[in-house]
């Protein structure tokens, strides 16, 4: 599987001495699910932003189709990579529909006109993140689980090819998690590249097809599910005692 983003022994600091990260390669193929996980302040949104070219690292490189994301120019780069941070606090005065648009501003010219690809992408991204019947809402009228839809729907709308996502699920009832890892699951089954930060080890485990363990700025162990979720290795990162099981259902660990 060639990779479509790659990290190339990164490192990042936040003020002189205080690194973050350390020396983290991964690379991430087209049709390829990443789960990053690890506890609380392990580098995992660092790393994200990094992927993202919203931070430059001291060290090392990120590559997007073979080259370095900082040779992308801004509209350039946005029809490559969608990423949505953790917990927006975005407060549009738009209609929903309007939100989801915005996911089309990489392409469109210089009057800034919807052509009829654009509407079907829009249409077709409400749709995909179940927020098609809140598109004539405002946006500030939503709930928190709902406004996390809506910005999931503006960047599908984005048709990219590397997908960013900072803990997505975060504010997203039972039923809308499960619905946006299976999203997620099935557009990487189309080709593209994502990579979601996650809390949920059970999600990851089930639908994630690498995941990528941190801790203290480090990088400890990538692999398939199974090599992953052991658990030594989870009680190391944790600093928790975690019992893992095998899922009644899916055999997957859990």
Not at 27 to 33: N, S
Request: net charge negative.
């Amino acid at each position: 599987m060639d990779a479509v983003l790659s990290v190339a022994g990164c490192s990042f600091s936040y003020g002189e001495g205080q690194f973050c990260l350390r020396g983290i390669s991964l690379e991430v193929g087209g049709g390829e699910l990443v789960g990053l996980v690890g506890p609380n302040g392990s580098g995992k949104s660092t790393l994200l932003r990094l992927m993202a070219g919203i931070l430059r690292p001291a060290d090392g490189e990120v590559l997007v189709a073979g080259r370095p994301v900082s040779s992308y120019q801004r509209l350039e780069l946005a029809r490559q990579v969608a990423f949505l941070p953790q917990s927006p606090t975005a407060a549009f005065e738009m209609t929903v529909r309007e939100v989801v648009a915005l996911g089309r501003y990489p392409y469109q010219g210089p009057l800034g006109l919807l052509r009829d690809s654009d509407n079907r992408a829009i249409l077709g991204a409400l749709r995909d993140a179940e927020a098609e019947p809140l598109a004539e809402r405002y946006f500030s009228t939503l709930s928190g689980g709902e406004k996390q839809r809506v910005l999931l729907a503006s960047i599908l709308a984005q048709q990219p090819r590397v997908m960013l996502l900072d803990e997505p699920a975060a504010a997203l009832d039972i039923h809308h998690k499960s619905h946006l890892f299976d999203l997620l699951w099935m557009l990487s089954r189309k080709g593209i590249a994502a990579v979601v930060v996650t809390h949920d080890l059970n999600a990851a485990s089930e639908f994630c097809d690498t995941l990528a363990l941190l801790e203290g700025g480090r990088l400890i162990e990538v692999g398939p599910p199974p090599r992953v979720m052991r658990e030594e290795l989870l009680a190391q990162a944790y600093q928790t005692p975690l019992r893992v099981v095998e899922h009644p259902v899916t055999s997957s660990p859990m």
